[in-house]
């Protein structure tokens, strides 16, 4: 068979086996369509159906496939970060910003604080820290994993719980975007490279000019034209971050960041990311399959996955109700909040997936990340649906 020919079965497996499991299962209220997409990738990649069938594996999954899937993913995920750092509104923080700057300080840094621990007990055993980490960056890079919100997955999930318009759902989103910022910088710090140190300087000053020159274009320019620029804006952001030694999604965030919202219409917005997530995202999450690994054993990949869980939820819960305690929050926001905060998947996977580029950790580590990521993402809808029908007053605080 030709290498289009195996490719497209590739595709038909990526779109067809989430899907038949999401669908027939009926699994939308504790894993929605985004999450078994991230579980198939998983069942698809080497430790899985590599282990149980490996001579059609290799079939389907040979080199010149996976080269093309990659293309594919590549371009998937800018395109998804670009519109995260879009969709920031860092105004709404703004005028907000001692209650949001509270708020998101404890939920990013305690879980942090508690995935650092995490991370400096992976220390003891071999194989988890990669080959060009110090110890520094391993043991950030973990806790900061544990501390991610992925916005637009909590997007997702506050549509599905009908509270995104609501005044709540507007507080989180603050919150969120204050963290996500913080997550990028501090991404930013980790790979900070001082044999290319002056590349990346060179790179921030330039992206710095073109951004005042970029805005002035975008400003004057017609509506419609606006979404074409952008996207070439995106993609000349992501070879020079990745050309200083960044990583490209860095630069995609940035591209995205320094974009206002408003110059585009909401709706195409939101569909402009839910068509990303249906068309072209599942080939990122199948190629973040590919990348798991489970060579330091099994068991010992779950226990890690565990402990990270812990220190991630653990972490976010206690910081979300330390920020309810000093903001005079009454009793069982801070567990609302703290739950929907506590979504991870995709940007988390983003983020462990530079490290992993970056042999900051290694496959084992990263498999250990994704199962956390998916476990916890999971948790969210079954624990703050009940919740939030207990506390319908809580729904239109708007502080």
């Known amino acids: 068979m030709s290498t289009t020919e195996i490719f497209l079965i590739a595709i038909a497996i990526i779109f067809s086996v989430p899907y038949l499991v999401w669908r027939l299962g009926n699994t939308d209220y504790y894993a929605p369509l985004v999450v078994v997409?991230?579980?198939?990738?998983?069942?698809?990649?080497?430790?899985?159906?590599?282990?149980?069938?490996?001579?059609?594996?290799?079939?389907?999954?040979s080199a010149p496939v996976v080269q093309s899937l990659n293309g594919i993913a590549w371009w998937a995920v800018m395109v998804f970060v670009w519109i995260a750092g879009i969709e920031l509104d860092l105004k709404k923080a703004w005028a907000h910003r001692r209650e949001s700057s509270i708020t998101a300080g404890l939920a990013l840094g305690t879980p942090l604080a508690c995935g650092c621990v995490a991370a400096a007990g992976m220390l003891t055993v071999p194989g988890w820290v990669g080959p060009k980490a110090m110890t520094w960056q391993f043991i950030v890079g973990v806790g900061m994993a544990c501390a991610v919100t992925a916005l637009p997955i909590l997007i997702l999930l506050m549509e599905k719980l009908e509270i995104l318009r609501q005044p709540i759902g507007q507080r989180i989103l603050r919150y969120a975007s204050l963290d996500d910022?913080?997550?990028?910088?501090?991404?930013?710090?980790?790979?900070l490279d001082w044999e290319r140190v002056g590349k990346q300087v060179a790179f921030l000053a330039c992206f710095a000019l073109a951004t005042w020159g970029f805005r002035r274009l975008m400003a004057w320019?017609?509506?419609?034209?606006?979404?074409?620029?952008?996207l070439i804006w995106l993609a000349v952001c992501a070879f020079g971050a990745d050309w200083a030694g960044l990583h490209y999604m860095v630069?995609?965030?940035?591209?995205?960041?320094?974009?206002?919202?408003?110059?585009?219409?909401?709706?195409?917005?939101?569909m402009l990311r839910g068509h990303v997530l249906l068309v072209v995202m599942?080939?990122?999450?199948?190629s973040t399959g590919l990348r798991t690994n489970w060579n330091v054993g099994g068991v010992a990949v779950f226990v890690a996955a565990f402990a990270l869980l812990v220190a991630s939820v653990a972490g976010k819960l206690i910081g979300i109700r330390l920020a309810g305690q000093v903001l005079g929050w009454k009793p069982g926001e801070a567990s609302v909040i703290g739950w929907l905060l506590q979504t991870k998947a995709l940007i988390m996977?983003?983020?462990?997936?530079?490290l992993l580029d970056k042999q900051i950790i290694t496959s084992e580590t990263f498999t250990a990340l994704l199962l956390m990521a998916v476990a916890s993402t999971m948790l969210t809808v079954p624990v703050v649906a009940p919740k939030l029908a207990r506390m319908s007053e809580l729904i239109s605080r708007s502080r």
Request: aromatic fraction near 18%.
């Open 282 to 286: 599942p080939v990122f999450f199948l």
């Open 251 to 270: 630069g995609a965030f940035l591209a995205g960041a320094v974009m206002d919202a408003d110059w585009f219409d909401q709706t195409r917005m939101d």
């Open 181 to 191: 910022v913080a997550i990028w910088g501090v991404l930013a710090v980790i790979l």
């Open 349 to 354: 996977i983003i983020f462990a997936n530079i």
């Open 37 to 61: 997409q991230i579980i198939a990738g998983i069942l698809l990649g080497p430790g899985v159906l590599g282990k149980a069938f490996p001579e059609y594996y290799r079939f389907v999954f």
């Open 221 to 230: 320019m017609p509506a419609g034209d606006r979404w074409y620029v952008g």
